[in-house]
Nanobody, 116 residues
Framework: QVQLIESGGGLVQAGGSLRLSCAGI????????MGWFRQAPGKAREFVAE?????TYADFVKGRFIISRDRAKYMVYLQMNNLEPEDTAVYYC????????????WGQGIQVTVSA
């Protein structure tokens, strides 16, 4: 069983920064892909970034966000810079086995609110 626990969310003004952290607990392995998704009010959940065989980002990140991980500690981070009110959402950490296409494990989500 895999648990993912996010931390680091909160309220920030536009133009500010936040760093989200996600701890993987349980039967999670270094080769698992780990990623971040988000869901804004009234919208569908959307992909933000992934660290797996390669690192990928959603187009809207525009170089503002950086995903990183510490594989030995089963941690993944999302550094978010130059935040915009449109980035307000619940952010989710997720993980999947390397040969599985869909994400299998999800955190409970953490709120990020960006004020104008």
């Amino acid at each position: 069983q895999v648990q993912l626990i996010e931390s680091g969310g909160g309220l920030v003004q536009a133009g500010g920064s936040l760093r989200l952290s996600c701890a993987g607990i349980g039967r999670i392995f270094e080769d698992y892909a780990m990623g971040w998704f988000r869901q804004a009010p009234g919208k569908a959940r959307e992909f933000v970034a992934e660290s797996g065989v390669s690192t990928t980002y959603a187009d809207f990140v525009k170089g503002r966000f950086i995903i990183s991980r510490d594989r030995a500690k089963y941690m993944v981070y999302l550094q978010m810079n130059n935040l915009e009110p449109e980035d307000t959402a619940v952010y989710y950490c997720a993980s999947r086995r390397p040969y599985v296409g869909n994400y299998e494990y999800w955190g409970q989500g953490i709120q990020v609110t960006v004020s104008a």
